[in-house]
């Protein structure tokens, strides 16, 4: 008698759509277990790799980031929703992985208009994108495509550090501590309608950015949190972007700026179903760099936090609602 379970859904899959089952170390890896794809047709998310970490102001690694996330988001795929979660992402969602943006490392200069390329073809394809790092600096050209398409936008984001350092005569650099003060002044997003969640280093100019730091969330729980940042993102565009060195290192030991004193995974989860609802037109996680990693749980807590980013999507204004399973869409 045959094998009735089939392997390799990052190319054999027949559906989009529904939860599957393949041996978690084994098979071809893609982001939970979605089919490769360039095509984006009838496709509602595309998961993509920004393997980037020349940005980086301390240790680098994090150009690891998107294929070790693929790997561990293999223990997640079975069931179309995250534990306790009140939207089913992958059975509500057509999701592809779209892999990784490509550039020519001789030409670091190029790279920005890479990755804004990039993501701009994923939003032209219809898509919306959900981006896995790299180091913090790809998040700035994403921004830029996706504000071209959808206006000024709304940004929830958690980190250790407020990434909005000036470092002189900076317009051209390319620094993982310096997006978010660009991004505010090219008006791609708009401070005082932010929320930097986390943040437990200094910095001396918030330049308008609201900021919910690691001590106030430690004060005021997460449910706290989501109630303000509901508050400041209403009616909005929302980008949700997540450093995972907002996680506390016991957490998240593997990336490149660890900072003690941080969030747990547990509070993060519990922060980010608190905004479900968001009008969220782009997502990432970045800054998981597996050299430093133990037991690959910074990995692992890149994976969930992406997951918990597909039911941000699943649960937008105007995200379809579950589809029927069937033999194709189990993909088994």
Aim: charged share 20%; proline share 5%.
């Amino acid at each position: 008698m045959g094998n009735s379970v089939r392997g390799d859904h990052a190319f054999t899959a027949e559906s989009l759509v529904g939860a599957s089952f393949e041996l978690t170390y084994a098979g071809a890896l893609s982001f939970l277990r979605r089919k490769y794809s360039r095509d984006l047709t009838g496709v509602d998310v595309a998961v993509t790799g920004l393997p980037l970490d020349t940005a980086t102001t301390n240790r680098p690694g994090a150009r690891f980031g998107p294929r070790a996330v693929r790997e561990a988001s293999a223990l997640l795929s079975f069931e179309g929703r995250p534990y306790g979660c009140a939207v089913s992402p992958l059975d509500q969602l057509a999701i592809v992985d779209y892999g990784d943006c490509q550039w020519d490392f001789g030409r670091p200069l190029e790279v920005p208009a890479a990755i804004e390329a990039h993501i701009a073809g994923i939003l032209r394809g219809g898509a919306a994108p959900l981006s896995i790092g790299g180091d913090h600096f790809v998040t700035l050209p994403a921004l830029r495509a996706v504000a071209k398409q959808h206006g000024t936008l709304s940004l929830i984001h958690f980190d250790a550090h407020s990434d909005t350092w000036s470092v002189g005569d900076d317009e051209g650099r390319i620094d993982h501590g310096t997006m978010f003060l660009h991004a505010a002044r090219e008006g791609i997003v708009d401070p005082a309608r932010s929320a930097q969640i986390g943040i437990r280093t200094f910095n001396p100019d918030t330049h308008g950015f609201q900021i919910l730091d690691a001590p106030w969330v430690h004060r005021n729980g997460a449910a706290a949190v989501a109630q303000r940042v509901l508050e400041l993102v209403e009616g909005r565009k929302v980008y949700v972007t997540f450093d995972v060195d907002c996680l506390d290192p016991s957490f998240a030991p593997g990336t490149g700026t660890p900072v003690c004193g941080g969030l747990s995974t547990a509070t993060a989860i519990e922060i980010l179903r608190g905004i479900a609802g968001v009008d969220i037109v782009g997502a990432d996680v970045v800054e998981v760099a597996p050299a430093y990693d133990t037991a690959g749980i910074t990995a692992l807590a890149g994976a969930t936090i992406a997951y918990e980013h597909l039911a941000l999507y699943a649960s937008r204004p105007g995200a379809p609602a579950a589809r029927a399973r069937t033999d194709a869409s189990r993909a088994r």
